[in-house]
């Protein structure tokens, strides 16, 4: 056999993967593809694997066409690169468009009047609808993937408002294939339904009978291969599962009212739980103990472990233990050990892990005395010698004449590490590449132990029996590695030397991989390196190798390679569920061809629990979706199409308090008075929140514009400043507020500092070692507030807890205030920028350097400063109105009294006197070494 490596990525030949494509669908994606063109508007919802690519390849290509305009939002980067391509080379006439924010202004309005199909990142379609750069009236409809992610704050949600407001006509047609996203939460499907202006839901499960039917009548040959599990593996499983259950019973016992439904074993195995849970303790992390934390984490890393038994060889999961155990080790006396290293489940992981790769044997010496021996004994994985097996069946099989002469065969693994390990194997063996991963091993504990050794001189160490006898198993190891490869070099056994093997403690961060020897074999090579080129034609009977990676969409990148390499054989090395319906697919569409399926899992492993969950928790979801439908009531105009929802959601967001709103009878039957919309200038980057979204969905009119001060202007006077919590202690500590605040204060009337919260998620302000006082503290970040009112007390500070609150305060905010203009809220600041760019070059660098640290002066005032003063001798003699007139009102006080804060002799005062008197005496040193930094 020859072996071939499968891209994961497809960064060079993924054009040429189209080629294969010839539109023709199975009969339920043809039904799927008249729901899509015959229903105005709905959401389309499919079990992974049944081809949610080919059908959206099929429904876009109709709109390859420049008299029509549709858009296509909610995809990933993989995903849109292969539609693109795709469609590149299906419709080279009209190939479709990407527009992000690389593209200049100006020429974004020329790419969607050119028509066809338009990929388009959320955040810049939203811009360019509210300033009428996209012609919302002449789009044939919008295409909206990943529709489970689409909620009412979205900003997809938001572009589906602004749509349906403008055009009734066009579509909006939803997919998805992760049914799993609508179990959460209270009605969540017509949450999204509604966000996603839909009124159709279309649920095409594995069970469907118009899905069954093609694989049912033409399935592929599959055989089931079980591994046996080695007795070690099941004994380090069974630990990591004690493990887990003691931790659950903790956080549960710490949290009582966390739901126990979540919090099982079971549920642990997925990624998803990471988020339930976090997402349970999130409205009381903030009072959660450092305990608790500790344990959210554990259950994380715990759960990888579970991956990693089954995907990592003995050596590799043996290093893994380590470098979590070494982790907690010289870190300090704050920091203290996971609670899970200390239970006895924890100590029988390690010992059993440790076992997978050394054995204990006694030994006598000359003397006669007895001692006990450390050898190496690499436990093989039990799936590469059954994986052998199955090659050799294959091989026994085209010998026979069931796959022609061409007979292809199909690797598919977890990772690229793993598809790169299989294949050495099947070239040079096990014991070559499990005794080049323990040379790997080695290197990493004596660089790592070097690097202790050097920052501790009182670093612990072992006996030097214990030594001697590491060092001799791991350089036969060493040697064996060199007489395969055939090149023994110098120095090589002292390089590969441990300094402990028991009980040393390891440094597991930045430790270089050591080079193995040059030839063949490459170990310092990145495995990734060698699945970034395309497939490569090797003639007759080639294997190729294809990395899975569950976490990026690769049941569309598998789908293409099933139609490039065309295999008679297909190994699932790692269970997947939606490859393995990609196959069914595979071979549903070509009927005649022979397949051969090997499905290899271990039996009673983490990983055949999780593919069975897996499957059952997709039943789940699609019988709930089922029941909803069912249950669905039918509501009035839901996709927006006659106008009564707008008028519905206008009417109900009507501002309070306007009489001439109301009905008059005695004024022409009873007509309402037409109020101009209440008008906000939004700076571009805020459009990455929801706030302007629900500040549109109150009926506000929004203008993007890139702003020098603020971030929305509700008025000629009103400038406000948004901060979430996290930004808020940041921009403290960084003195980026303070100038902010500078640059607010000196350009509009009223200024505002608005901070953001979760209502449902308290916060304090105060570190965990902190605590009230009644003096000021520069370290704290209550203290740097009150020194930020002191300094500025014409800025109001607004709580908000959520967005929705806030929406409802601009709007008190603009009550009887006049309407901001766009162009003159951009100007304001904009002198800042192209002042300081040159400002380096026209004046002396040693004085300006420090100008800029003197307390009052900011970015918004230097350039001003240097122009009008000579130099800083005739500054530090200014009084203070002169200063206030070059520097400011506020900037020229502080600024004056830094120069004079000596020369006024003030009487003793009391203590409570005293401690106001300090405190505001230390505002301004404060926030002026904050403004430098």
Same mark, same amino acid.
């Given at each position: 056999?020859?072996?071939?490596?499968?891209?994961?990525?497809?960064?060079?030949?993924?054009?040429?993967?189209?080629?294969?494509?010839?539109?023709?669908?199975?009969?339920?994606?043809?039904?799927?593809?008249?729901?899509?063109?015959?229903?105005?508007?709905?959401?389309?919802?499919?079990?992974?694997?049944?081809?949610?690519?080919?059908?959206?390849?099929?429904?876009?290509?109709?709109?390859?066409?420049?008299?029509?305009?549709?858009?296509?939002?909610?995809?990933?980067?993989?995903?849109?690169?292969?539609?693109?391509?795709?469609?590149?080379?299906?419709?080279?006439?009209?190939?479709?468009?990407?527009?992000?924010?690389?593209?200049?202004?100006?020429?974004?309005?020329?790419?969607?009047?050119?028509?066809?199909?338009?990929?388009?990142?959320?955040?810049?379609?939203?811009?360019?609808?509210?300033?009428?750069?996209?012609?919302?009236?002449?789009?044939?409809?919008?295409?909206?993937?990943?529709?489970?992610?689409?909620?009412?704050?979205?900003?997809?949600?938001?572009?589906?408002?602004?749509?349906?407001?403008?055009?009734?006509?066009?579509?909006?047609?939803?997919?998805?294939?992760?049914?799993?996203?609508?179990?959460?939460?209270?009605?969540?499907?017509?949450?999204?339904?509604?966000?996603?202006?839909?009124?159709?839901?279309?649920?095409?499960?594995?069970?469907?009978? @118009?899905?069954?039917?093609?694989?049912?009548?033409?399935?592929?040959?599959?055989?089931?291969?079980?591994?046996?599990?080695?007795?070690?593996?099941?004994?380090?499983?069974?630990?990591?599962?004690?493990?887990?259950?003691?931790?659950?019973?903790?956080?549960?016992?710490?949290?009582?009212?966390?739901?126990?439904?979540?919090?099982?074993?079971?549920?642990?195995?997925?990624?998803?739980?990471?988020?339930?849970?976090?997402?349970?303790?999130?409205?009381?992390?903030?009072?959660?103990?450092?305990?608790?934390?500790?344990?959210?984490?554990?259950?994380?890393?715990?759960?990888?472990?579970?991956?990693?038994?089954?995907?990592?060889?003995?050596?590799?999961?043996?290093?893994?233990?380590?470098?979590?155990?070494?982790?907690?080790?010289?870190?300090?006396?704050?920091?203290?050990?996971?609670?899970?290293?200390?239970?006895? @489940?924890?100590?029988?992981?390690?010992?059993?892990?440790?076992?997978?790769?050394?054995?204990?044997?006694?030994?006598?010496?000359?003397?006669?005395?007895?001692?006990?021996?450390?050898?190496?004994?690499?436990?093989?994985?039990?799936?590469?010698?059954?994986?052998?097996?199955?090659?050799?069946?294959?091989?026994?099989?085209?010998?026979?004449?069931?796959?022609?002469?061409?007979?292809?065969?199909?690797?598919?693994?977890?990772?690229?590490?793993?598809?790169?390990?299989?294949?050495?194997?099947?070239?040079?063996?096990?014991?070559?590449?499990?005794?080049?991963?323990?040379?790997?091993?080695?290197?990493?504990?004596?660089?790592?132990?070097?690097?202790?050794?050097?920052?501790?001189?009182?670093?612990?160490?072992?006996?030097?029996?214990?030594?001697?006898?590491?060092?001799?198993?791991?350089?036969?190891?060493?040697?064996?590695?060199?007489?395969?490869?055939?090149?023994?070099?110098?120095?090589?056994?002292?390089?590969?030397?441990?300094?402990?093997?028991?009980?040393?403690?390891?440094?597991?961060?930045?430790?270089?991989?050591?080079?193995?020897?040059?030839?063949?074999?490459?170990?310092?090579?990145?495995?990734?390196?060698?699945?970034?080129?395309?497939?490569?034609?090797?003639?007759?009977?080639?294997?190729?190798?294809?990395?899975?990676?569950?976490?990026?969409?690769?049941?569309?990148?598998?789908?293409?390679?099933?139609?490039?390499?065309?295999?008679?054989?297909?190994?699932?090395?790692?269970?997947?569920?939606?490859?393995?319906?990609?196959?069914?697919?595979?071979?549903?569409?070509?009927?005649?061809?022979?397949?051969?399926?090997?499905?290899?899992?271990?039996?009673?492993?983490?990983?055949?629990?999780?593919?069975?969950?897996?499957?059952?928790?997709?039943?789940?979801?699609?019988?709930?979706?089922?029941?909803?439908?069912?249950?669905?009531?039918?509501?009035?105009?839901?996709?927006?199409?006659?106008?009564?929802?707008?008028?519905?959601?206008?009417?109900?967001?009507?501002?309070?308090?306007?009489?001439?709103?109301?009905?008059?009878?005695?004024?022409?039957?009873?007509?309402?008075?037409?109020?101009?919309?209440?008008?906000?200038?939004?700076?571009?980057?805020?459009?990455?929140?929801?706030?302007?979204?629900?500040?549109?969905?109150?009926?506000?009119?929004?203008?993007?514009?890139?702003?020098?001060?603020?971030?929305?202007?509700?008025?000629?006077?009103?400038?406000?400043?948004?901060?979430?919590?996290?930004?808020?202690?940041?921009?403290?500590?960084?003195?980026?507020?303070?100038?902010?605040?500078?640059?607010?204060?000196?350009?509009?009337?009223?200024?505002?500092?608005?901070?953001?919260?979760?209502?449902?998620?308290?916060?304090?302000?105060?570190?965990?070692?902190?605590?009230?006082?009644?003096?000021?503290?520069?370290?704290?970040?209550?203290?740097?507030?009150?020194?930020?009112?002191?300094?500025?007390?014409?800025?109001?500070?607004?709580?908000?807890?959520?967005?929705?609150?806030?929406?409802?305060?601009?709007?008190?905010?603009?009550?009887?205030?006049?309407?901001?203009?766009?162009?003159?809220?951009?100007?304001?600041?904009?002198?800042?920028?192209?002042?300081?760019?040159?400002?380096?070059?026209?004046?002396?660098?040693?004085?300006?350097?420090?100008?800029?640290?003197?307390?009052?002066?900011?970015?918004?005032?230097?350039?001003?400063?240097?122009?009008?003063?000579?130099?800083?001798?005739?500054?530090?003699?200014?009084?203070?109105?002169?200063?206030?007139?070059?520097?400011?009102?506020?900037?020229?006080?502080?600024?004056?009294?830094?120069?004079?804060?000596?020369?006024?002799?003030?009487?003793?005062?009391?203590?409570?006197?005293?401690?106001?008197?300090?405190?505001?005496?230390?505002?301004?040193?404060?926030?002026?070494?904050?403004?430098?930094?």
């Amino acid at each position: 056999w020859k072996f071939a490596s499968v891209s994961c990525f497809l960064s060079r030949e993924r054009g040429a993967m189209a080629d294969d494509f010839d539109g023709s669908l199975l009969l339920f994606q043809e039904q799927m593809y008249r729901h899509c063109t015959e229903d105005n508007d709905s959401l389309s919802v499919l079990a992974r694997g049944l081809g949610l690519d080919r059908l959206l390849l099929a429904f876009l290509r109709l709109y390859c066409d420049s008299r029509s305009l549709v858009l296509v939002i909610g995809l990933g980067e993989a995903e849109r690169l292969l539609l693109m391509d795709e469609l590149s080379v299906l419709e080279p006439a009209c190939p479709p468009r990407f527009v992000n924010a690389d593209f200049a202004v100006d020429t974004r309005t020329d790419v969607y009047l050119r028509g066809g199909v338009v990929f388009v990142t959320s955040r810049i379609l939203v811009v360019d609808m509210l300033t009428k750069r996209m012609p919302t009236h002449l789009l044939t409809g919008i295409v909206v993937c990943n529709a489970q992610r689409v909620l009412p704050s979205t900003t997809e949600a938001f572009i589906l408002r602004l749509y349906r407001r403008e055009n009734r006509t066009g579509f909006i047609k939803a997919f998805t294939d992760y049914p799993e996203g609508f179990n959460s939460g209270f009605s969540q499907i017509e949450k999204v339904m509604k966000s996603l202006w839909v009124s159709r839901l279309h649920v095409w499960p594995r069970f469907h009978e @118009a899905v069954k039917d093609p694989f049912d009548r033409h399935p592929p040959d599959v055989c089931q291969v079980q591994v046996g599990m080695t007795a070690n593996m099941l004994r380090i499983q069974d630990a990591i599962s004690a493990i887990m259950s003691s931790l659950l019973r903790e956080i549960t016992k710490t949290r009582p009212s966390l739901n126990a439904e979540d919090l099982t074993l079971e549920r642990g195995l997925f990624t998803s739980f990471d988020t339930q849970l976090r997402r349970q303790l999130d409205p009381v992390w903030n009072n959660l103990s450092q305990k608790t934390k500790q344990l959210v984490a554990d259950l994380r890393t715990l759960r990888e472990l579970t991956s990693f038994v089954d995907q990592y060889d003995c050596v590799s999961f043996y290093q893994c233990l380590e470098s979590i155990r070494s982790a907690w080790v010289g870190t300090g006396p704050q920091r203290q050990p996971s609670q899970w290293l200390l239970l006895d @489940a924890a100590d029988d992981l390690f010992a059993f892990a440790k076992q997978r790769v050394f054995k204990s044997k006694k030994e006598t010496d000359a003397s006669g005395a007895t001692h006990n021996a450390i050898q190496c004994q690499l436990e093989c994985p039990p799936k590469w010698e059954a994986l052998l097996s199955v090659l050799r069946e294959v091989d026994d099989l085209v010998a026979q004449g069931h796959f022609g002469e061409d007979a292809r065969v199909l690797v598919c693994a977890e990772n690229a590490t793993t598809c790169y390990q299989l294949q050495e194997f099947l070239r040079r063996g096990s014991d070559y590449v499990l005794n080049r991963q323990l040379a790997r091993f080695q290197a990493w504990r004596t660089k790592s132990t070097k690097l202790l050794s050097s920052s501790d001189d009182t670093a612990p160490t072992s006996s030097d029996g214990k030594e001697k006898e590491a060092k001799d198993a791991l350089n036969a190891a060493a040697s064996a590695v060199s007489a395969k490869t055939g090149r023994n070099r110098a120095g090589k056994k002292k390089q590969l030397e441990m300094a402990a093997l028991a009980g040393a403690t390891d440094n597991i961060e930045a430790v270089p991989m050591l080079d193995e020897d040059e030839g063949d074999v490459h170990v310092e090579k990145d495995p990734e390196d060698d699945f970034t080129a395309c497939y490569r034609a090797l003639g007759n009977g080639s294997i190729f190798f294809h990395a899975l990676h569950t976490e990026s969409p690769m049941s569309t990148l598998f789908a293409r390679t099933l139609s490039k390499v065309n295999p008679s054989v297909v190994v699932l090395y790692d269970p997947n569920l939606a490859c393995l319906r990609q196959v069914e697919v595979f071979k549903a569409s070509r009927r005649s061809q022979a397949l051969r399926v090997y499905f290899m899992l271990y039996k009673g492993s983490f990983q055949e629990q999780r593919y069975l969950s897996s499957i059952r928790y997709e039943r789940k979801a699609f019988e709930y979706l089922i029941f909803e439908r069912s249950h669905m009531p039918e509501m009035v105009d839901q996709d927006g199409r006659s106008g009564r929802r707008q008028e519905q959601e206008r009417l109900l967001h009507v501002r309070p308090g306007e009489e001439d709103c109301r009905a008059n009878t005695r004024a022409a039957g009873g007509q309402k008075a037409v109020l101009a919309p209440q008008k906000v200038i939004v700076d571009m980057r805020e459009f990455r929140s929801s706030l302007p979204g629900i500040l549109h969905e109150r009926n506000m009119e929004l203008e993007p514009r890139t702003l020098q001060v603020g971030d929305y202007v509700l008025s000629p006077d009103i400038c406000v400043e948004r901060k979430s919590l996290v930004d808020l202690v940041g921009s403290l500590s960084s003195g980026r507020l303070y100038n902010q605040c500078v640059a607010m204060t000196r350009y509009y009337t009223v200024p505002i500092l608005l901070i953001e919260f979760d209502e449902g998620k308290p916060f304090s302000l105060l570190g965990t070692h902190e605590t009230l006082s009644s003096e000021i503290e520069f370290k704290n970040t209550m203290s740097k507030l009150t020194l930020l009112t002191i300094n500025f007390p014409t800025l109001r500070l607004i709580w908000s807890k959520s967005p929705h609150a806030t929406a409802e305060t601009f709007a008190e905010l603009k009550k009887h205030k006049a309407e901001p203009h766009a162009d003159t809220a951009a100007a304001i600041g904009s002198e800042l920028g192209d002042a300081l760019e040159n400002m380096s070059t026209d004046y002396a660098a040693g004085p300006q350097a420090l100008l800029r640290k003197l307390p009052g002066v900011t970015s918004a005032n230097i350039r001003f400063i240097m122009e009008k003063v000579k130099n800083l001798k005739e500054l530090a003699n200014m009084s203070l109105e002169q200063m206030q007139e070059v520097a400011g009102k506020i900037s020229g006080k502080t600024l004056f009294d830094f120069f004079n804060n000596n020369r006024v002799q003030e009487p003793p005062k009391s203590a409570s006197a005293s401690t106001a008197s300090s405190a505001a005496a230390a505002t301004n040193s404060s926030l002026s070494s904050s403004s430098s930094s």
